[in-house]
């Protein structure tokens, strides 16, 4: 299909093996798809729209419907809001009610005092910022993206009820808060009548800090919703790195990811999976996402794209996997 003609979605988006495809999210009403399109990377104004739209089209078409955006995803940063906010105006208008639509506010996003962090006037201007950014009138899932230490959890709690209750987001959810944070934010926000509909943390083969430090269970047993992001630990869960750093690779370009973390122990570890995988007719990547999506209470798992062919790839994983058929890493690997 010519992506410069106007956008019909596909009409068969949710039938056959797309039937499947979605899970509860906690024991709320809301069901997500087992994967979501994150736009951390790919999506800002340093990258091709078209692309990002083809991305964005085949996701939806083949049934992801929840799209994954934060304050400052770009880069610079709102910038991938601002294109999502293009695709809504030319492509996804008349989808708007099938679309699961989320952004966070927590991390830098301007200059001075007040655009940082977990303050009630960071986290409703950023909102507000962001609304304007992606031509809605509110957004289905509004997260605080990291707990503040500084702020009182009071404060930003009160904010997310207030955001809810002022129509601009019909959910909260909260990212990478400690065990103890995220007990005290489910009570108050259950107190309130604005229960805490998903917790976001990184969870791979790699990182399985959720599970160890209990957050996981806990959102399990109390009925929150758990979306993993980074679930290919950036891309070295999969064949990318078995032989060298590729030059391109987010790896080679000295970014979050950094040459020296591709040890000899982590390749043994990849080259393991790799091993793994074959036996099952599977890649190390698809693998992988199985693995996240077989653990106990996880809902959907965000993947990042950088085209339309490796989405593809990612869509190929199963929703499941026996976790004893996949090999865990020693302690000594790790990526720092």
């Known amino acids: 299909m010519n992506i410069t003609e106007k956008y019909v979605a596909a009409e068969g988006r949710y039938d056959g093996e797309n039937a499947g ?3 509860r999210c906690g024991i709320s009403g ?7 399109l994150g736009m951390w990377h790919n999506f800002g104004g340093v990258d091709p729209f078209e692309r990002s739209r083809a991305m964005t089209r085949y996701a939806f078409d083949h049934g992801i419907t929840h799209f994954d955006l934060a304050n400052n995803y770009g880069p610079p940063y709102g910038s991938a809001e601002t294109t999502f906010g293009r695709l809504m105006t030319e492509d996804f208008r008349p989808y708007r009610d099938e679309m699961f639509i989320s952004t966070k506010a927590g991390y830098d996003m301007w200059r001075g005092p007040y655009g940082n ?3 009630r006037k ?12 992606m031509n809605l009138d509110y957004v289905d899932l509004f997260y605080s993206h990291r707990y503040d230490p500084n702020t009182p959890l009071e404060e930003t709690l009160q904010a997310l009820v207030d955001i809810v209750r002022a129509g601009k987001a019909l959910y909260v959810g909260i990212s990478r808060w400690p065990l103890e944070a995220l007990k ?14 998903i917790y976001q943390g990184r969870l791979n083969l790699i990182d399985r800090e959720p599970q160890d430090s209990g957050v996981l269970d806990y959102c399990y047993e109390n009925g929150i919703g758990f979306i993993s992001f980074s679930p290919l630990a950036q891309g070295v869960l999969t064949s990318k790195y078995l032989n060298k750093i590729p030059e391109g690779s987010r790896m080679s370009r000295s970014g979050s990811l950094k040459p020296q973390m ?3 122990a982590l390749h043994d570890y990849i080259e393991e999976l790799n091993a793994a995988s074959q036996q099952q007719g599977l890649t190390i990547a698809e693998l992988a996402l199985a693995w996240v999506q077989a653990q106990r209470g996880v809902t959907s798992v965000i993947v990042g794209a950088s085209s339309v062919e490796q989405l593809a790839c990612n869509l190929q994983s199963p929703g499941g996997i026996d976790p004893a ?3 865990l890493p020693g302690k000594n690997v790790s990526l720092g």
């Open 325 to 327: 058929a996949v090999p």
């Open 262 to 264: 591709l040890t000899p």
């Open 30 to 36: 809301v069901l997500l798809p087992r994967i979501s």
């Open 117 to 119: 962090w977990g303050s």
């Open 122 to 133: 960071y986290l409703m201007a950023s909102l507000d910022q962001s609304l304007r950014r």
């Open 21 to 23: 495809f979605y899970r």
């Open 184 to 197: 005290f934010a489910d009570k108050y926000l259950r107190d309130r009548d604005v229960p805490l509909l």
